[in-house]
């Protein structure tokens, strides 16, 4: 065994038991690599034609990240995820991410498929020449078999003045293969409590599952679907159908309620953002949520959220909570100063954290770990398109009797864990 092999599974071994200790009943994990090394990377070869110039592009021969991942009906494992590739000079990335499809029979070795599955270019409201980006795709199991997505669509939009504007989409498909587009899933203005229109910046959305027949299937819950969603702070939205939307205000402010926010020296102390689809455990809600390590701020003690609350008997209204003032939720708005950085990691790396919520309510945080699950060790995971490094999830498995985790690397390439299924 060489130095670099002794070394390695020395790092990897303390990382485990790090993990481990810190590891409390209700959470998944401990999380490992089984793999030292991405299990999706981009391709040098692969081209595509343009339906709106019918030349051949370059898709994915920059970086891929932002993987969403399902059980196919063949029992493969399917991962979605963003591409993006070069400019013709190969100098600087393009304005267009588009999203590929790769499987494998076993969840670490990959097959790629030649193009992408979903593109700016199959829409039909995009103006020639915008800047526009597909990420963020999120999947789940229909109630009758297929499959619904959550996808980020990031366009310039004429009447915002050519200001990039994100917003949660829907698509739907019966083999992974061909979507159909269900729209927005937020209508553009919404009425609040406080008589006026609620803003919603959408980031990414993750809609609650449960595990049945070894696959992530949507869960109605109080007679709703339940989507968390956001990217700087964590909201709630409810569905009656999986494809229209409606977010869960605060009564105060009329603006969609926060439930996960940042935390003063922690891990996800610059931004909280929704990861895998959560899961409806015994124990409540398990949200699997990815945290941005501050770049600079001062500690806060009134931003940090409390653990145990009491459990609500009754859930909440779709359109309100009863517990926006409550000590268990935070109110930090999203693009408030930036908190104190846990010293640990670099600033502005991303890394994997875990929450529960209640069962009973949706939006009543009860547990979160003070350490995360995942975080960047790997040169691959610390190098890359992104300079502060990160591991970013948003896919995730039943594989074989264990969770299969896999996540973006430094906005660069995919990686996967793992943990025991218990």
Same mark, same amino acid.
């Not at 696959?215 to 569905?239: I, P």
């Given at each position: 065994m060489t130095a670099i092999q002794k070394s390695r599974l020395l790092l990897a071994a303390g990382i485990l038991a790090m993990n481990t200790a810190h590891a409390q009943s209700w959470e998944l994990g401990p999380?490992?690599?089984?793999? *030292? =090394?991405?299990?999706?990377?981009?391709?040098?070869? /692969?081209?595509? #034609? #343009?339906?709106?110039?019918?030349?051949? #592009?370059?898709?994915?021969?920059?970086?891929?990240? *932002?993987?969403?991942? &399902?059980? @196919?009906?063949d029992g493969e494992v399917a991962v979605l995820f963003r591409a993006e590739a070069s400019s013709a000079a190969g100098q600087s990335p393009e304005s267009t991410s588009r999203l590929g499809l790769a499987t494998s029979k076993d969840g670490l070795f990959f097959t790629v498929h030649g193009a992408p599955v979903l593109s700016p270019e199959d829409s039909p409201a995009l103006a020639p020449g915008s800047r526009y980006s597909l990420r963020g795709p999120r999947i789940v199991v229909g109630p009758h078999g297929s499959y619904v997505m959550t996808y980020t669509e990031s366009a310039a939009i004429r009447a915002a003045g050519g200001q990039p504007q994100d917003r949660i989409c829907i698509a739907t498909s019966s083999n992974l293969r061909n979507w159909i587009r269900r729209g927005p899933a937020f209508a553009a203005s919404l009425p609040s409590a406080a008589g006026k229109a609620a803003r919603i910046n959408d980031g990414f959305g993750a809609i609650l599952t449960e595990l049945r $027949?070894? +696959?992530?299937? =949507? &869960?109605?819950? $109080?007679?709703? /679907?339940?989507?968390?969603?956001?990217? +700087? &702070?964590? $909201?709630? @939205?409810?569905? !009656?159908?999986? %494809?229209?939307? #409606?977010?869960?205000? *605060?009564?105060?402010?009329?603006?969609?309620l926060i439930v996960l926010s940042p935390r003063a020296g922690h891990f996800d102390s610059g931004a909280a953002t929704v990861g895998p689809p959560p899961l409806l455990t015994r124990r409540g809600i398990l949200l699997v949520y990815n945290g941005e390590n501050s770049l600079l701020g001062v500690s806060n003690a009134n931003n940090t959220q409390v653990t145990d609350a009491p459990t609500p008997a009754l859930p909440p209204s779709p359109s309100r909570s009863r517990h926006s003032g409550s000590a268990g939720v935070s109110l930090l708005q999203p693009d408030a100063p930036r908190l104190a950085a846990d010293p640990t990691l670099r600033p502005g790396a991303y890394a994997v954290g875990e929450a529960l919520f209640s069962a009973a309510d949706p939006t009543r945080l009860l547990k979160r770990a003070n350490h995360p699950v995942l975080q960047p060790v790997w040169p691959y995971e610390r190098d890359g398109r992104r300079s502060a490094g990160?591991?970013?999830?948003?896919?995730?498995?039943?594989?074989?009797?264990?969770?299969?985790? /896999? /996540?973006? &690397?430094? *906005?660069?390439? %995919?990686?996967? =864990?793992? =943990? !025991?299924?218990?």
């Open positions: 999380f490992v690599r089984p793999l *030292d =090394a991405p299990v999706i990377e981009p391709n040098r070869f /692969y081209t595509f #034609t #343009t339906p709106a110039t019918g030349q051949k #592009t370059l898709w994915d021969n920059l970086a891929v990240f *932002d993987p969403g991942a &399902a059980i @196919a009906a $027949h070894g +696959r992530l299937q =949507a &869960a109605k819950l $109080h007679g709703r /679907y339940w989507m968390y969603w956001g990217e +700087r &702070a964590v $909201h709630l @939205a409810t569905s !009656p159908d999986l %494809i229209h939307w #409606t977010p869960v205000l *605060d009564q105060r402010s009329g603006q969609p990160g591991v970013f999830a948003e896919g995730m498995v039943v594989w074989q009797g264990q969770w299969l985790l /896999y /996540y973006g &690397a430094a *906005d660069s390439v %995919i990686g996967v =864990a793992r =943990a !025991p299924l218990r």
